[in-house]
Structure formats: structure tokens, C-alpha cells
């Protein structure tokens, strides 16, 4: 029977909490020419001699804080959304999941693969940018490109107002008594500012105020409007009003300017207008992981009631939630293409 192969591909996550191990993920991560886009010998130097050297320790004693039995939590959650949709999809496809930085690494994943007709590829980041999805495509096509035989490939792009993925974002929101909050913060991963005008073939953001605001065919592929659509798709569900939430971006590393605003600033101004409850999504991320159980639920939560406030609530992530494995199941099918008899 021919089988249809759908890779489900996640950043990535250290083998452990070590500190060596830790390590070994920065290093491969950061030295990604679409993470850090500066010329190879630079980028060396800059990150296995100045960034990973002064990280990685400090970044080691943040993962142990988030440590679980079942190990990390992005590859817990990552196994168990690619168990359930394969159980969802049925013996006709083969399921298998890969990360882009370190284990299961892409290359393994696709080598068990290798003899399905055709391959659907599914990046667990609902937004486009160069430095998450465009670097897993190009190590797909890397691997891919020395196999005897290729098959059919569908990459999947982005799909940032996904009915079923903004319905389980919203189920995950209403876990938390929504009216309850002064808040709500959509919180998303952020970007150096040039990766976005690097992208902006239409120059769109030169001759518009507030390009991003709005997703639209010229801005199609820009990771800060895909971000925007999401927040405010969310919102709809929710029903919350356009003063009532903030789209603002976290994770910030380096002197060069980020796609602003901060999420250290946007807290800072709403604990000087004295809200006191704040309710954060990280939509940027489908698995929770060390950005939003320790970075937002540490230490923001630390940051914002050190300002005043009484409370930050983190929305737990999709991980296994139904209504994601649904939101995949219908990702992979609307993209499959006709098998041969």
C-alpha cells in the first residue's frame, strides 16, 4: 500500500538540561545563516565565541526549571501531537516528527519516510519567517535532494487564521475566566526588524503606516502581520475589544532593533496605568516550552508584579489539544494530492 508521509517539524529542544547539551543546541541553532544572517566567518565568532560561551549556562539552569519527567516539553507534546494525528489519518499515512535543531533531527525523520509516494511537510509554526519555516524548508530540500527518488512534496507555508487553530486558542483562553482580566497580551516570538524589510518585496512597508496591522496580498508573507492576524483572529473569538488586548513581541537577543512592541514595555505601561490582572497568549508557538513557561510565566510574571501588578496568567499551549490535532488532520488533508492506483 502506498503511503502518504507527513513530517511535522518543531524548532527544537536540548537532548537534555545540561549544560553541554544546552550548549550544543545554541550552537546550532544561532549559527543558522537564516537565524543569525551575517556572513558565515562572523556568524562563527560571533556565536561560539562571544553569545553561546556567555548563554549557555544560564540558559541550562532555564531549561532545568522546565524540565518534566517525560523530559522536555516541546518534544513531550511534539510525540504526542504526531501519536494522535496519526491515529486521526489512519494506516494510509505515516506520521513522524523532526526538529529542526538537534533530536529527532529532520534527516532521521526523513529517512523513515524515504518510500512514501508523496510527503506533506507541516512546520508546527503558524507564522511564516525566513528564520523558523524558511530554514526548516531548506533543510528538507537538503536531505531530500540526494534521494534517488523524489517524491511529490507539498510544503506547507503558514497558516495563521486557521479555523480550527484559532478555535483551540480560543478554547485555551476560555480555561481562564477572560472577563476576569484588566488584560490580555497576545505575546508572539520576536524578529530583528531587518528580517522583516529583507522579506518586503513590495515595499509595502516604506509607503504604509502600520504595515502590519493588517494582512493583505502585499504583505502576504510578512511574519508581523501573519502575528497580527492571529492576535486579532483570537480576539474575534473571544469577543474582546480592540482596547482590550495587545499584540507586542518577546525573546529578544542582540543590540539591533526588534519588531516592536517589546513585551518588557507593554507591561511596564499597563502597570503604570494600574491594571493589576494580565492574561498573556503565546501564539507563536503551538508547544509549550522554555519562551512561554519560563520566559512568560516566570520570568514576566516575576517582572510585572515587581511593577504592581497582582497577577500574569500564561494560556497554556495547544500541545495535544483536540481541536490542534484537528486543525493538523485538516492542514494534511486539504493538501494532499490524488495517490496513484
Not at 532545568?64 to 511534539?78: C, D, F, K, Q, V
Request: proline fraction near 5%; charged fraction near 20%.
Amino acid at each position: 500500500m502506498q503511503r502518504t508521509g507527513v513530517l511535522l517539524v518543531n524548532l527544537g529542544t536540548p537532548d537534555s538540561q545540561s549544560p553541554q547539551d544546552v550548549k550544543k543546541y545554541l550552537t546550532q541553532f544561532l549559527t543558522d545563516g537564516r537565524v543569525i544572517d551575517i556572513p558565515w566567518f562572523k556568524r562563527q565568532i560571533l556565536v561560539r565565541g562571544i553569545i553561546v560561551p556567555k548563554r549557555y549556562k544560564e540558559s541550562a539552569k532555564n531549561y532545568a526549571r522546565i524540565w518534566t519527567e517525560n523530559g522536555s516539553p516541546l518534544l513531550h507534546y511534539g510525540n504526542r501531537a504526531q501519536k494522535l494525528l496519526q491515529d486521526k489519518l489512519g494506516e494510509q499515512f505515516q506520521v513522524e516528527l523532526g526538529m529542526r535543531y538537534q533530536n529527532p533531527s529532520i534527516e532521521s525523520a526523513l529517512q523513515k519516510l524515504e518510500g512514501c509516494h508523496e510527503l506533506i511537510i507541516v512546520p508546527l509554526f503558524p507564522q511564516y519567517a525566513s528564520a523558523t519555516t524558511g530554514s526548516m524548508h531548506q533543510e528538507v530540500m537538503r536531505v531530500i535532494s540526494q534521494w534517488t527518488t523524489i517524491p511529490e512534496i507539498q510544503f506547507i507555508n503558514s497558516y495563521p487564521t486557521h479555523a480550527k487553530m484559532i478555535e483551540a486558542f480560543a478554547c485555551r483562553g476560555k480555561e481562564h475566566p477572560v472577563e476576569q482580566y484588566d488584560h490580555v497580551i497576545f505575546s508572539f516570538h520576536g524578529l530583528p526588524e531587518k528580517h522583516l524589510r529583507k522579506a518586503d518585496r513590495n515595499n509595502h512597508c516604506l509607503n504604509q503606516k502600520n504595515c502590519c496591522a493588517t494582512l493583505s496580498e502585499k504583505n502576504q508573507l510578512c511574519y508581523s502581520a501573519q502575528c497580527h492576524a492571529t492576535g486579532q483572529a483570537i480576539a474575534n473569538q473571544l469577543n474582546l475589544p480592540q482596547e482590550g488586548y495587545t499584540i507586542c513581541y518577546q525573546s529578544r537577543l542582540g543590540k539591533d532593533p526588534w519588531i516592536k512592541p517589546y513585551a518588557s514595555d507593554v507591561l511596564d505601561t499597563l502597570a503604570k496605568e494600574g491594571k493589576k490582572k494580565v492574561l498573556v497568549f503565546s501564539p507563536a508557538f503551538v508547544c509549550d516550552c522554555l519562551e512561554t513557561i519560563d520566559e512568560i510565566g516566570n520570568e514576566y510574571r516575576q517582572e510585572f508584579l515587581s511593577k504592581g501588578g497582582e497577577s500574569l496568567d500564561l494560556v497554556e499551549g495547544l500541545n495535544d489539544h483536540p481541536l490542534w490535532i484537528e486543525a493538523l488532520y485538516d492542514l494534511v488533508s486539504h493538501n494532499r494530492t490524488p495517490a496513484f492506483c
